[in-house]
């Protein structure tokens, strides 16, 4: 796993400054603003906002049919309008303190020891050293998260049974299904 230092390293050698245009949060293609968020991701806009579960997340589209007669998907997304996240007002994130780390650390993900890059206007910017290692921290933070989600995921999934008929969202915190 690399450190914050390497991670720093690697933005610098990319660039970046986000422009605040809010590209990432509007629908440019199909799915491109699909936020996937945790459960403990959810809990904490819904904290925030005092808006419910369903207010907040919408299940990841992609379902898969289970040997059981049911179906289910294994994330959740922030819920969107038909443009954009239902969070972006006016040009501007309404939830930026309590913003997924999808957002926190975009254009960047770190799987295993690469450092992935998505298309951004901002990309090719040169950004300070404090502010490398700031987005490293925090990238090394997501990737924390993201492997914690997924162990819980794992437990959670050999534990599910979807009933027949149904859909469901299996979580770190087991299997949600969903009414209609
Ligand atoms: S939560 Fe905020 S930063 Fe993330 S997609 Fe929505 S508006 Fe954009």
């Known amino acids: 796993m690399l450190g914050i230092d390497d991670v720093a390293n690697r933005i610098r050698s990319v660039g970046f400054r986000c422009l605040g245009c809010g590209a990432c949060c ?3 293609a199909e799915d491109s603003n ?19 579960w369903d207010e907040v997340a919408e299940p990841y589209p992609d379902f898969i049919e289970s040997e059981s ?22 040009g501007r994130c309404s939830i930026y303190p309590h913003r997924p780390w999808i957002c926190r650390t ?3 993900m770190l799987v295993d020891d690469d450092l992935l890059v998505s298309e951004c206007p901002g990309l090719g ?18 990737q924390a998260a993201e492997t914690a989600e997924e162990i819980g995921l794992r437990a959670a999934y050999q534990r599910a049974v979807v009933p027949p008929g149904k859909r469901a969202v299996i979580d770190s915190e087991g299997m949600k299904v969903l009414n209609g």
């Open 69 to 90: 007669g049911g179906q289910y998907t294994l994330a959740w997304c922030i819920r969107r309008n038909e443009d954009a996240c239902i969070f972006l007002r006016d």
């Open 106 to 108: 975009y254009p960047f």
């Open 26 to 28: 509007r629908r440019v």
């Open 34 to 52: 699909l936020v996937l968020v945790s459960p403990a991701e959810v809990r904490k806009i819904m904290a925030a906002t005092k808006m419910s």
């Open 125 to 142: 910017t040169p950004l300070s050293l404090h502010d490398a290692h700031v987005a490293a921290a925090d990238l090394c933070r997501r």
